[in-house]
């Protein structure tokens, strides 16, 4: 389905919404959109996305008084964004290779944060032969990582650093990189890994997909030891 300039306008919104990470409020305006464009397939993609995020957020933010109702909630979210998923995939033929793409990376990271270990590593590595690219190949390092999987999570984030071209492309793979050693504790790498992400990241144009500020502020947040300046910055 072709965008129009208010659909467009209302995507940028969902858009900023996502990176803000008001998921509640993105699941809540994107319903609204779907009821004037319930065939658009843009619209659809998002809903799953703000579908599953918020339901991370209940699921990790959850209170013990709570947690009957709330895994309730969460599982019917979950569920609802899996259909979602399956219903684009169903489309391929007729959809952008994006929207396909994002449908199949969203549900394995899904089946991740639901323990469903094989369906969530079939289908990352099946999406990354379908497309060996680095988006591919970092958010299969995130399913791995999400499935304590570290030795598979290093060994998809080193194909995404050596597979990268762009400078987007390598500051989002160098910077999976530092986090992954930040958890595993191998602080010296995950500063050297950050100061290269960083690096990068100025080096690429400003853009609604990656926004250079808050790239670098959700790296301090993760590595707090990155506040001494470095040569590269």
Known sequence: MLRTKQSQKYLLGLEKLAQQGKYHVGLQTVRKYLKQYPAME?????????LYHHAADLKYS???KKERAQTLKITAYFNQAIHVCHELIERKEFLPQRIYLN???????????????????????ATYKYLPVVLTAERAADVYRRLNDPDGAMRWYQRAVKNAKKADERAMAHAGLATLYKHLGEVKKAI??????IYFVKQTKQSKFLNQKLF????HSHIPELKKPHPLS
Do not use: V
């Not at 670098?216 to 790296?219: D, F, S, T």
């Open 62 to 64: 959850r209170s013990a």
């Open 42 to 50: 843009e619209f659809l993609l998002k809903y799953a996305f703000f």
């Open 216 to 219: 670098i502020k959700i790296l």
């Open 103 to 125: 449908a199949r990376i969203y549900l394995a990271q899904i089946y991740a944060m639901l323990g469903k270990s094989r369906k969530a590593k079939t289908f990352a590595r």
């Open 192 to 197: 050297k890994e950050a100061r290269m992400a």
